[in-house]
């Protein structure tokens, strides 16, 4: 029988009403905006949440829109342990792509739908502090970890959320870049799903949701894993099973979690309405990360 399309819709009271008034942080990967009318189905799915009664807050990434910026310059990008290694012309790449065209791109698609989103960096309002981040490269077993030097790459001291509650109190949706300013007033660009669990720590909010390219943690046999437990997480990085632009995910998830997020769930966001599946449906997808 052909499902009652009006029962789909009843379907989603009991997480409507659950989640009414709640705030849910949803990074938007640069790997999940493949298309336009993937763009668009996700600028439908951020109003059709707001609408309903929920106050979403996006922090968006843009790699392949970087890169491609990079390309076109003759600037070769550089990755260690999934964090861009970031030097002052690409710095001025990654502000200038990420503040400007990626996240205008964002805002009107969401404004075209009837939602009333507005584009932030980390510097409006104090947003995201942020200082020099140092990262630690195991390069062989039995030598200590390297100490790399990644440029103008930020971590996140400080969320200063006041320039998202009052937007979200008038019934704005905030759309994030996540480039941040150090006590210096220097620019660092910061990996935009550390970003996003700070931020969604900082406002308490019920879910913290990273869209991505893949359909959740793949196992080593590329079988998705629906549900991850913090404790298997730094097991599964040693094996190599997670790699790249999934351990900062990874992380930040179970960071979240730590601190008092509810859920943390790394979804594909290149399936159509992946984010209303997850959130509206009795359909879960993608990987769930658990205390
Ligand atoms: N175990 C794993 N399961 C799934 N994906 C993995 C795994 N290990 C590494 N990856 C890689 O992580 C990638 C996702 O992270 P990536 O940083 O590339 O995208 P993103 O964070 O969604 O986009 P952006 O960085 O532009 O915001 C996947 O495309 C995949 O190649
Ligand atoms: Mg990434």
Request: hydrophobic fraction near 40%; include cysteine; aromatic fraction near 4%.
């Amino acid at each position: 029988m052909k499902p009652n399309v009006a029962d789909i819709l009843v379907e989603a009271l009991p997480y409507i009403r659950s989640f009414s008034g709640k705030t849910i942080v949803i990074k938007y990967g640069g790997h999940a905006m493949v298309d336009e009318q993937l763009k668009k189905d996700f600028a439908k799915d951020i109003t059709l949440l707001k609408f309903v009664g929920l106050n979403p807050v996006v922090v968006h990434g843009g790699g392949p829109q970087i890169n491609s910026v990079l390309d076109r310059m003759g600037i070769r990008p550089q990755f260690v342990r999934g964090m861009r290694l970031t030097d002052e012309p690409t710095m001025d790449v990654v502000e200038m792509v990420l503040g400007g065209k990626v996240n205008k791109s964002i805002v009107s698609q969401i404004n075209q739908q009837g939602g009333k989103a507005v584009g932030l960096t980390g510097k409006d309002g104090g947003l995201i502090q942020a200082r020099k981040l140092k990262i630690y490269h195991q390069a062989e077993e039995n030598k200590p970890p390297e100490i790399i030097d990644p440029g103008l790459v930020g971590e996140v001291t400080h969320i200063n959320p006041g320039i998202i509650n009052t937007l979200a109190e008038h019934g704005f949706i905030p759309i994030i870049a996540p480039v941040g300013y150090g006590e210096l007033g220097e620019t660092f660009n910061i990996n935009a799903d550390l970003v996003a669990s700070k931020v969604a720590i900082s406002l308490g909010a019920e879910r913290l949701i990273l869209l991505t390219d893949v359909d959740g943690v793949l196992s080593s046999a590329g079988e998705l894993i629906s549900s991850i437990s913090v404790g298997s997480i730094p097991s599964m990085i040693e094996k190599k099973v997670i790699t790249g632009g999934m351990i900062p995910k990874i992380e930040c998830g179970r960071e979240a979690i730590d601190s008092g997020v509810k859920k943390a769930h790394i979804i594909n966001g290149t399936k159509r309405h992946a984010l209303i599946l997850e959130l509206l449906t009795d359909e879960g997808v993608g990987t769930e990360i658990i205390a």
